[in-house]
C-alpha cells in the first residue's frame, strides 16, 4: 500500500508562491514514478509535474517555466515549487505514484496511486 500525504496548499494573491510536498516511504520514493496532477471545479484532471526514477522531469504547458518538481533524498519526498501563480492555477492539487513505466504525464494521470490532495487558492 502506498501512502501519499500532500502538504502546502494554502490561499495567495497572484504573483506569490507556495511549494507543495509530498513524503512517502523510502521503498516507493526509489522506485516509483511520481507527480502531480490537479483538479478545479468543472474542469477536467490536468497532469502537471512528473519525475522519473532517472530524474528527468515533464511539465504541462500551462506550468513550465512557473513550478518545478525536485526530490528531497533526505526526507523521501517530492515537491512542487510554484512561482508566479496565477488565478487559473486554483486547484485541488494530488500527489501521485505509479509503479509502472513511466510514462510522463500521463502515467501521472493513470497513477495507481494518489493522496487525499491540498486546496490552492489563487486570488
Known amino acids: 500500500h502506498v501512502q501519499l500525504v500532500e502538504s502546502g496548499g494554502g490561499s495567495v494573491q497572484a504573483g506569490g508562491s507556495l511549494r507543495l510536498s509530498c513524503p512517502t516511504s523510502?521503498?516507493?520514493?526509489?522506485?516509483?514514478?511520481m507527480g502531480w496532477f490537479r483538479q478545479a471545479p468543472g474542469k477536467e484532471r490536468e497532469g502537471v509535474a512528473v519525475?522519473?526514477?532517472?530524474?528527468?522531469?515533464s511539465y504541462a504547458d500551462s506550468v513550465k517555466g512557473r513550478f518545478t518538481i525536485s526530490e528531497d533524498n533526505a526526507k523521501n519526498a517530492v515537491r512542487l515549487q510554484m512561482n508566479t501563480l496565477k488565478p487559473e492555477d486554483t486547484a485541488l492539487y494530488y500527489c501521485?505514484?505509479?509503479?509502472?513505466?513511466?510514462?510522463?504525464?500521463?502515467?501521472?494521470?493513470?497513477?495507481?496511486?494518489r493522496g487525499q490532495g491540498t486546496q490552492v487558492t489563487v486570488s
Open positions: 501521485a505514484a505509479d509503479g509502472g513505466i513511466c510514462w510522463g504525464l500521463l502515467t501521472i494521470l493513470a497513477a495507481g496511486s
Open positions: 523510502s521503498s516507493t520514493f526509489s522506485s516509483y514514478c
Open positions: 519525475i522519473a526514477r532517472d530524474g528527468s522531469t
